[in-house]
């Protein structure tokens, strides 16, 4: 969120949440690699768009840039894909006492792109550089935790320093975080992106490295064609675990996703983000072994923007009517065709915390409670709503629905506010542009339920496009990142959601899937718990 991964935004409509124990694969039979000799020069093609920002690890908080940068940068942990536990990549020990200071020892040997060796200043200066207002970071808010933020990134007027004092180098390969307050899943924060290192090189050229980035992943960057695609190769240097099966990535921009299916079907492109709505009840007889459906953690949501007159200080009743007149069940059995789970509460499943029917009967369709609910409300102002999605997403279908629903169930009008693309759907989130309501999709940038609430409804914090806030709600947050452990501190979460509740800052709809596949051209294809392919694994046939 991706926050936003961390988080990230999703661009796409279909996708699903892993559990956190069940990483799914494909049902193909190739996944044993056992089908042919393996090209290991060849190269993966996959299916993305354009990224919203330049390639910037602080500065991307959407799924395009977000699968790019991951291909590019290894932080210091990652999460085992099937599990969720932590694994230590760059990082040799991550050690606390306290959950308040915490100290990181970094393996030997890791190396960027262009030969420098990773160090404890890499890290240091990179958070340095992306917390700072001054350099204007949409991510910067990840590092509010450190002591000393508020002295780079203050809420107004100028900064008293250019570095927290919370931070501080010790050796090469040693450095420590001291944290405002205890924040008992601190390590797993440390696997989102945004907390990957910089070379020396990108502080005197930041724009540059932006359009060239230079990282420390398994793979690294060839060239950015703006608007047609982003290849990257091998890194044959790289030290982390995850190292690459193939010889590299080209990311394909696709403005419609019905293009990149028939692309798919044609082995023109290797593996797709989601297959578009209209193709859901063919791709599997199309692809046969080669077609994916899994779980994976993200949730459907649609967010009144509480800064536009027309959800400013309206009365909660009406959201929570707005959410009971929408048949969740109907539509995902319908037109997303039984390819979603109904939301009963704000979190995605199978993360650390998650708990069924936090919404209670408010995500449950009952057209008279709704109506009722409105009316005491005081009614939707001028008894209309729009929702805004973006085109090239396969969301016109689910949106069209939605709307149905709520006009046939309360009688208010309803109607989608397509953007062109993804870039200019989140531009308008970015500039407080939404007339009315977005939609939003956030998959997990750590396996744990805070991620879902604190990174998006946190008063000021990045993901919380909508401007909500809600003291009671960022005290239950506070308290829950005081506790004493990672069980005590997700169980104070759970009370954090509860209280949504009574506020009600998105309306959940409904968990994501993986419908994907894969082409003739590939094997050993499989998705992660963020919904992402594993890149690295995949192997490509020689032809």
Not at 74 to 85: A, W
Not at 289 to 301: G, H, N
Not at 525 to 533: E, I, S, W, Y
Request: aromatic share 10%; hydrophobic share 35%; net charge neutral.
């Amino acid at each position: 969120m991706r926050g936003a991964s961390s988080a990230k935004w999703v661009a796409m409509a279909a996708v699903v949440a892993l559990a956190a124990t069940a990483c799914g694969g494909g049902n193909s039979d190739s996944d044993s690699g056992n089908d042919g000799p393996v090209d290991k020069s060849g190269k993966v093609v996959f299916d993305n768009g354009e990224p919203q920002k330049p390639l910037q690890p602080a500065n991307t908080m959407e799924s395009y840039g977000s699968a790019v940068i991951r291909s590019l940068f290894q932080g210091l942990v990652d999460y085992e894909p099937g599990t969720g536990k932590i694994v230590k990549e760059n990082a040799e020990s991550v050690t606390t006492k306290d959950n308040k200071l915490w100290t990181i020892k970094l393996k030997k040997g890791w190396k960027f792109h262009n030969g420098e060796t990773v160090t404890s200043k890499s890290y240091v200066d990179a958070w340095n550089w992306a917390a700072a207002t001054k350099n204007n970071q949409q991510n910067s808010s990840w590092f509010a935790d450190i002591k000393g933020y508020e002295d780079v990134h203050p809420e107004k007027g100028d900064a008293k320093s250019d570095k927290m004092s919370g931070l501080k180098v010790v050796d090469d390969t040693t450095f420590t975080i001291e944290l405002v307050s205890p924040v008992p899943y601190y390590e797993y924060k440390l696997g989102y992106e945004v907390f990957s290192p910089l070379p020396s090189g990108f502080f005197q050229d930041p724009k540059g490295y932006g359009q060239k980035p230079v990282g420390n992943g398994p793979y690294k960057f060839v060239k950015w064609d703006h608007n047609k695609q982003i290849e990257v190769e091998t890194f044959p240097g790289y030290q982390g675990s995850n190292k690459a099966k193939n010889g590299g990535v080209i990311f394909k921009n696709y403005s419609q996703p019905e293009a990149a299916y028939k692309d798919l079907v044609s082995d023109n492109v290797d593996v797709i983000r989601q297959v578009p709505p209209n193709d859901l009840p063919n791709y599997k007889s199309d692809l046969g072994d080669r077609a994916i459906d899994q779980d994976y953690s993200a949730i459907q949501t649609i967010n009144p923007a509480f800064y536009n007159t027309q959800f400013k200080d309206i009365d909660v009743k009406v959201i929570q009517g707005l959410s009971m007149a929408i048949d969740r069940e109907t539509i995902t059995k319908t037109v997303l065709q039984g390819t979603r789970v109904p939301a009963t509460g704000w979190v995605a499943k199978d993360v650390l915390g998650y708990q069924a029917d936090a919404c209670g009967e408010f995500c449950k369709f009952d057209p008279a409670k709704a109506k009722d609910l409105i009316k005491q409300g005081g009614g939707v102002p001028k008894n209309a709503i729009k929702i805004q999605y973006n085109a090239d997403g396969g969301h016109k279908e689910w949106v069209d629905a939605v709307c149905g629903s709520i006009r046939k169930s309360v009688g208010v009008e309803c109607v989608g506010d397509s953007k062109a693309d993804f870039q200019a759907d989140l531009e308008a989130r970015d500039n407080k542009q939404v007339k009315s309501m977005y939609r939003s999709g956030w998959v997990l940038d750590y396996p744990f339920n805070g991620n879902f609430l604190r990174d998006l409804y946190g008063t000021g914090v990045a993901g919380n496009k909508g401007a909500f806030s809600d003291k009671k709600f960022d005290d239950l947050v506070k308290k829950a990142d005081n506790a004493k452990t990672l069980e005590e501190s997700a169980k104070e979460y759970n009370l954090a959601e509860q209280q949504l509740k009574n506020t009600f800052p998105a309306i959940p709809l409904w968990y994501y899937k993986v419908n994907s596949g894969y082409s003739k051209n590939v094997s050993n294809v499989k998705f992660n718990q963020k919904g992402d392919p594993i890149l690295t694994d995949i192997t490509v046939k020689q032809k």
